[in-house]
C-alpha cells in the first residue's frame, strides 16, 4: 500500500463523537504527529475516573485512531475483533477497545477505533540505549512470548482470514482478509482503469482452506492480468496459470496440510510500546493481523525493523531476529518462517504465487521493472512442478 492523505478532523468534531458515545468531552485534544500510513491519530485527555470501566485506575486518556479511505470498514472491525479477542483470551499486553465505528455515519465522518492509551514510549525511539541483555528479556522476550501465545490458539481456528463481530455485537467470528498487500480504494484510483472496483481486484473470505486462500488470490490475478496493460506481457501464461489452479484442486488433500494461528503480522519496533516503570511490551496496530497458515505465522524479517535504518540499526535488527529464533528454541518452540511448508509441493505453491504477486502488484506503479522478469522466470519455475506431474 502506498501513503494517502489522512483525514484532519476539527476539535468541534470530536468534541461531538464522545457526545454521541456518551462519553463526556474530553477537557485536551492533542493531534499526534506520526509516521502512521493509514490513520490521523488523536490523544483525548479526560478528568480522572471521568469514564466508567476502563482498565488504567492512575490516568484517563483514550487514542482516537481515525481511518482513512484505504479499506473501507474492514479494516477497522478487524483490528476491534482482534484486540478483543487477544485481550480476552492471552495475557499479551494489548490497547483496551473503547468504541469503534466502521461507519462514516457519526459526527466525525470517518470510520475510527477509540482506545485506551496503552502506557509506555513507542520502542524504536529507546532501542539503540539498551544493552544485549535488556534487549534480551525486556523486548525478544516479550517478542517469543507474543508468538507462543498466538501459535497456541490453533486448535481454534477453522478459516484463513481476520475476525468480525457477529451479529450481537460480542461474539468474534471469522471475517474476511486484511492484508498489506491489497489494493486500496486511492491506489485503485489512481493506477487502475475506471469502474475497477475494490472487490474486482482484492480477495474476500474468510476461506476454509489453504488451496480456497491461494485460489482466491490467483484469480484476482488473473483478472488484473486481462485488463492491467502494464501485464500484457503476461497474458501468454494465463492458460499455464489456469491449469496450474487446476494442479492445485486436485492436490488440496495435500496442500491444505497446514496449522492455522493468529498472527500480528506487523511486529517491528514501532509497534512495540515500552513502559520503563513495570518493564512491559505493550502491541499496537492490529489492523492487518489474522488468522494465516503455518508458512506466514510469523514475519520474521520483521523483526526488529525500524524506518530508516543505519548499518548499525540493521545489525541490532539481525542480532534481534537471531536471538529470537534462540530463545524460541529454548522454550521447545518452533520459529514458523518459510521452512514451515509441509510438503515440497505445498512450498512451490506459496513460491509461485508469491511470486505472481510480486509482478502483479508493482507492474502498475512502475515498481522495481528490472525485478518482473526474474519474477517472471519464478512463477514458470514454481509452476513447472505441477506440470510434470511429481505431485
Same mark, same amino acid.
Request: glycine share 6%.
Given at each position: 500500500?502506498?501513503?494517502?492523505?489522512?483525514?484532519?478532523?476539527?476539535?468541534?468534531?470530536?468534541?461531538?463523537?464522545?457526545?454521541?458515545?456518551?462519553?463526556?468531552?474530553?477537557?485536551?485534544?492533542?493531534?499526534?504527529?506520526?509516521?502512521?500510513? !493509514?490513520?490521523?491519530?488523536?490523544?483525548?485527555?479526560?478528568?480522572?475516573? /471521568?469514564?466508567?470501566?476502563?482498565? /488504567?485506575?492512575? /490516568?484517563?486518556?483514550?487514542?482516537?485512531?481515525?481511518?482513512?479511505?484505504?479499506?473501507? /470498514?474492514?479494516?477497522?472491525?478487524?483490528?476491534?475483533?482482534?484486540?478483543?479477542?487477544?485481550?480476552?483470551?492471552?495475557?499479551?499486553?494489548?490497547?483496551?477497545?473503547?468504541? !469503534?465505528?466502521?461507519?462514516?455515519?457519526?459526527?466525525?465522518?470517518?470510520?475510527?477505533?477509540?482506545?485506551?492509551?496503552?502506557?509506555?514510549?513507542?520502542?524504536?525511539?529507546?532501542?539503540?540505549?539498551?544493552?544485549?541483555?535488556?534487549?534480551?528479556?525486556?523486548?525478544?522476550?516479550?517478542?517469543?512470548?507474543?508468538?507462543?501465545?498466538?501459535?497456541?490458539?490453533?486448535?481454534? %481456528?477453522?478459516?484463513?482470514?481476520?475476525?468480525?463481530?457477529?451479529?450481537?455485537?460480542?461474539?468474534?467470528?471469522?471475517?474476511?482478509?486484511?492484508?498489506?498487500?491489497?489494493?486500496?480504494?486511492?491506489?485503485?484510483?489512481?493506477?487502475?482503469?475506471?469502474?475497477?472496483?475494490?472487490?474486482?481486484?482484492?480477495?474476500?473470505?474468510?476461506?476454509?482452506? !489453504?488451496?480456497? !486462500?491461494?485460489?482466491?488470490?490467483?484469480?484476482?490475478?488473473?483478472?488484473?492480468?486481462?485488463?492491467?496493460?502494464?501485464?500484457?506481457?503476461?497474458?501468454?501464461?494465463?492458460?499455464?496459470?489456469?491449469?496450474?489452479?487446476?494442479?492445485?484442486?486436485?492436490?488440496?488433500?495435500?496442500?491444505?496440510?497446514?496449522?492455522?494461528?493468529?498472527?500480528?503480522?506487523?511486529?517491528?519496533?514501532?509497534?512495540?510500546?515500552?513502559?520503563?516503570?513495570?518493564?512491559?511490551?505493550?502491541?499496537?496496530? %492490529?489492523?492487518?493481523?489474522?488468522?494465516?497458515?503455518?508458512?506466514?505465522?510469523?514475519?520474521?524479517?520483521?523483526?526488529? %525493523?525500524?524506518?530508516?535504518?543505519?548499518?548499525?540499526?540493521?545489525?541490532?535488527?539481525?542480532?534481534?531476529?537471531?536471538?529470537?529464533?534462540?530463545?524460541?528454541?529454548?522454550?521447545?518452540?518452533?520459529?514458523?518462517?518459510?521452512?514451515?511448508?509441509?510438503?515440497?509441493?505445498?512450498?512451490?505453491?506459496?513460491?509461485?504465487?508469491?511470486?505472481?504477486?510480486?509482478?502483479?502488484?508493482?507492474?502498475?506503479?512502475?515498481?522495481?521493472?528490472?525485478?518482473?522478469?526474474? %519474477?517472471?522466470?519464478?512463477?514458470?519455475?514454481?509452476?513447472?512442478?505441477?506440470?510434470?506431474?511429481?505431485?
Amino acid at each position: 500500500m502506498e501513503p494517502m492523505p489522512l483525514p484532519q478532523l476539527s476539535h468541534d468534531s470530536i468534541r461531538a463523537l464522545m457526545r454521541s458515545t456518551y462519553i463526556p468531552e474530553p477537557t485536551q485534544i492533542t493531534t499526534i504527529s506520526t509516521v502512521g500510513w !493509514y490513520h490521523s491519530i488523536y490523544m483525548l485527555t479526560f478528568p480522572l475516573h /471521568s469514564i466508567a470501566g476502563l482498565r /488504567s485506575q492512575t /490516568s484517563t486518556e483514550l487514542v482516537l485512531r481515525v481511518s482513512g479511505t484505504d479499506l473501507p /470498514s474492514i479494516k477497522t472491525e478487524n483490528e476491534a475483533a482482534i484486540l478483543t479477542w487477544v485481550a480476552q483470551s492471552t495475557s499479551v499486553p494489548v490497547p483496551a477497545v473503547v468504541r !469503534y465505528d466502521i461507519s462514516c455515519d457519526n459526527p466525525i465522518g470517518h470510520e475510527y477505533i477509540l482506545l485506551e492509551r496503552a502506557p509506555g514510549v513507542p520502542l524504536d525511539r529507546l532501542f539503540r540505549t539498551f544493552d544485549e541483555e535488556k534487549l534480551t528479556v525486556v523486548v525478544v522476550d516479550a517478542m517469543v512470548d507474543l508468538y507462543v501465545q498466538l501459535a497456541a490458539s490453533e486448535r481454534q %481456528w477453522t478459516h484463513i482470514g481476520g475476525l468480525r463481530f457477529g451479529q450481537d455485537g460480542k461474539k468474534i467470528v471469522p471475517g474476511p482478509i486484511v492484508e498489506w498487500a491489497m489494493w486500496n480504494v486511492p491506489e485503485i484510483e489512481k493506477y487502475w482503469p475506471e469502474g475497477t472496483r475494490i472487490e474486482d481486484v482484492n480477495i474476500a473470505g474468510p476461506y476454509a482452506s !489453504y488451496v480456497e !486462500y491461494i485460489t482466491a488470490l490467483v484469480r484476482t490475478y488473473i483478472y488484473a492480468i486481462k485488463i492491467h496493460p502494464s501485464l500484457a506481457h503476461m497474458r501468454d501464461l494465463l492458460p499455464r496459470i489456469d491449469a496450474f489452479l487446476d494442479a492445485l484442486a486436485r492436490n488440496a488433500d495435500t496442500l491444505n496440510q497446514t496449522t492455522l494461528s493468529l498472527a500480528h503480522q506487523d511486529v517491528h519496533f514501532g509497534n512495540m510500546l515500552y513502559d520503563e516503570t513495570i518493564g512491559q511490551i505493550t502491541f499496537i496496530d %492490529w489492523e492487518f493481523s489474522g488468522v494465516v497458515p503455518e508458512p506466514s505465522q510469523y514475519p520474521v524479517m520483521a523483526l526488529g %525493523w525500524t524506518r530508516d535504518q543505519s548499518e548499525e540499526d540493521k545489525k541490532v535488527n539481525l542480532w534481534v531476529r537471531e536471538t529470537f529464533a534462540r530463545r524460541c528454541s529454548e522454550r521447545g518452540v518452533a520459529v514458523m518462517d518459510n521452512s514451515g511448508f509441509s510438503s515440497e509441493a505445498q512450498e512451490h505453491m506459496h513460491e509461485a504465487v508469491s511470486s505472481l504477486l510480486s509482478i502483479v502488484k508493482l507492474c502498475p506503479t512502475d515498481g522495481k521493472q528490472d525485478k518482473v522478469e526474474e %519474477w517472471r522466470g519464478a512463477v514458470l519455475e514454481h509452476m513447472g512442478y505441477f506440470e510434470m506431474g511429481t505431485i
